[in-house]
């Protein structure tokens, strides 16, 4: 189906929220249930006074549109999680999973490039911490993006992406296409759910594994949420310098420990030790993203994976950390990323490389 002729057919399934959808200032509509619907604006939830009849039109529209993009959604299969033809995800529950009515949320697609100076215009990031960024992705270190849900994960790697130096292969690995990277060699893989009868699919690990005989300079996986992070994580010791993935996580520890977790889920048969020692040595940089009180988005940490230390934990140390947040009046929080006198152990690199980044960059502001 051609994208002129889905939204045609979007605009006759969801009529009653068709205004919302073509809404440039609407990020994303949260219906639960016909006479309930949100809208989130600037990252903050409004409620729309949009509704639908009643259960059955809504019910009719969601089963229209897993049709029309291949997918079911049924009393066997009560979950819908697909990408539209324009690059939108929309997400369904049905009851009577879902308690109150069809639940529907739909993230607009945007094709508008974000850049270092629009993070540093929202006040996101600080021009020190951007280059900082720019940097590691020059010198190849391997970088998870650390979040929550809605935080920005996939807008920051995808700006991350667009910062490999050129002359590069990149392979992308993700459940649902999301990922908007502006590069010149770029190849694409996606995830594809079994059929009816549980044949076809094709998961994660399976195009992990894949991509490493293809080439890669560099591995990107946009969200790693099950036991594709030890082929990740083993591809990121073996050479494969510039790897990149998100992970759900609410600080850098965090996201260490998660990480871990889910490579427990794999088929490697090796001891916790072991394991965590591999999950240390892969990953160089977690870059934390939050959503704050007042909406905003914006990067909370750069820290620096440094191995175990003696008693077997992480040793993360932040390199960048937000300032304390201070609620003007007009509600909007202002704080400001900041070194806080930690050196990089790859200091000697960026010196090496004449790269334009002193280590008095990294001096604890007074």
Known sequence: MS??????????????????????????ILINGPKDIFVEKSGKLHRSEAQFPDEDS??????????SVGRRIDND????????????????????????????????????????????????????????????????????????????????????CSRIPKGQRVIVIEDSSELTINYDHIVSFETRMA???????????????????????RIIVGEVRSSEAMELINAMNTGHKGCLGTVHANSPEDAMVRLESLAQGGDAKISERALRSQVASAIDLIVQISRYGDGSR???????????????????????????????????????????????SFMGEIVDNNLPFPQSKFVKAA
């Open 3 to 28: 994208e002129g002729v889905f939204k045609s057919a979007i605009r006759q399934f969801l009529g009653p929220v068709v205004p919302l959808l073509e809404d440039p200032a609407v990020s994303e």
């Open 58 to 67: 809504l019910r009719a529209a969601v089963n229209s549109i897993a049709q």
């Open 77 to 160: 299969e009560p979950r819908l999680d697909a990408r539209l033809p324009d690059g939108s995800r929309i997400a369904a529950v049905i009851p009577p999973c879902a308690r109150n009515g069809t639940c529907v949320s739909i993230r607009k697609f945007t094709q508008k490039t974000i850049t270092f100076k629009d993070y540093i215009q929202m006040g996101a990031l600080t021009q020190d911490a951007a280059q900082f960024l720019d940097i590691c992705m020059f010198l190849g270190k391997n970088i998870l993006v650390s979040g929550g849900t809605g935080s920005g994960k996939t807008t920051l790697l995808s700006l991350l």
């Open 195 to 217: 059929d009816q009868l549980g044949q076809g699919e094709v998961s994660m690990k399976d195009l992990l594994k894949s991509s490493l005989r293809l080439r890669p300079d």
């Open 298 to 344: 914006r990067i909370a940490s750069i820290a620096e994976v440094r191995g175990l230390a003696a008693d077997g934990a992480y040793e993360v140390a932040p390199i960048f950390s937000m300032s304390r947040m201070v609620r003007g009046a007009d509600g909007k929080l202002s704080g400001q990323l900041q070194p806080i006198g930690e050196i990089p």
